[in-house]
Nanobody, 116 residues
Framework: QVQLVESGGGLVQAGGSLRLSCAAS?????????MGWYRQAPGNQRELVARITSGGDTNYADSVKGRFSISGDNRKKTVYLQMNSLKPEDTAVYYC?????????WGQGTQVTVSS
């Protein structure tokens, strides 16, 4: 069983910063192909925020480019999302995602709330 443990969510004022972390643990027998973050606001579909592959390639949603930065530590099986210049529209539940051996795994989600 693979677990993704997220941390770092919370309440912040607009313009502030937060850093999310997600660590993969458990019975991981295959390589981690990619890890990333998705978010879902009430009434909206879950959307990709940022993703990083095992080779270090990254991609971001247009709405967060220039403000968010994703990085990873392969040895620790951990991915980080540095979120700067946060806006109220960034408010959502943020979910960690990992693709391991071709299978998709999800974290429980962490709430990020940005007040105006």
């Amino acid at each position: 069983q693979v677990q993704l443990v997220e941390s770092g969510g919370g309440l912040v004022q607009a313009g502030g910063s937060l850093r999310l972390s997600c660590a993969a643990s458990g019975r991981i027998f295959f390589s981690i192909n990619a890890m990333g973050w998705y978010r879902q606001a009430p009434g909206n579909q879950r959307e990709l925020v940022a993703r990083i592959t095992s080779g270090g390639d990254t991609n971001y949603a247009d709405s967060v480019k220039g403000r968010f930065s994703i990085s990873g530590d392969n040895r620790k099986k951990t991915v980080y999302l540095q979120m700067n210049s946060l806006k109220p529209e960034d408010t959502a539940v943020y979910y960690c995602n990992a693709i391991i051996g071709g299978f998709n795994y999800w974290g429980q989600g962490t709430q990020v709330t940005v007040s105006s």
